[in-house]
């Protein structure tokens, strides 16, 4: 009972405002072959498993140290959350290491996959309706580069193979023209 009664107390008259910005996210290829497999949970979901592979790396990304770093130069994080909120939810040190302002990182933030819908859903929490709304949108973008930037490299990739080929194949058919 008196927890209970400590816990309502905290509650009612302590805990400081949090406020959640919410951003969903789909990931579709544009190209012709995304090497979309045909699988029992594509039957199901109506999802291809090459969107479900790119949205779980999106999901790790968006959770990940480099994220972390990305959003604490832009918006300035550590000082956001050790600057605000009540004793019990901010964040009390704010040279903590890298790995424990991780860890409170993902306690302000949530990245899932509703495999169903084929939609990730990120919720970010601020003390401001303003910061989280403004950390949704950065993890949004940030997300969005990185997932274009390693599309690019893998089309690169495969246009310097298949002109490899082509030159080859060429070189091959010179030869053989010339014997």
Known sequence: LVLSLLAAIYWL???SDRYVSEARVI???????SGQTMDFSSLLTGVG???????LLMRDHMLSLDMLRKLETQLQ?????????DWLSRLWDAEAPLEKF?????????????????????KAQAYT??????IAAAMV???????????????REQVDFLEGQVTAMGERAQAKRSA
Do not use: K
């Open 49 to 55: 498993g090459g969107s479900r592979a790119d949205q």
């Open 77 to 85: 994080l550590r000082q956001h959350y050790s600057s605000q909120g």
């Open 102 to 122: 991780l860890d409170y990182f993902r306690t302000r933030v949530s990245v899932e996959l509703d495999e169903y819908a084929g939609v990730l859903s990120i």
């Open 141 to 155: 973008a940030e997300g969005e580069e990185t997932m274009n930037a390693m599309a690019h490299a893998l089309a």
């Open 27 to 33: 990931i579709q290829r544009s190209d012709i072959n």
């Open 129 to 134: 309706p303003e910061m989280a709304q403004a």
């Open 13 to 15: 008259f302590l805990a």
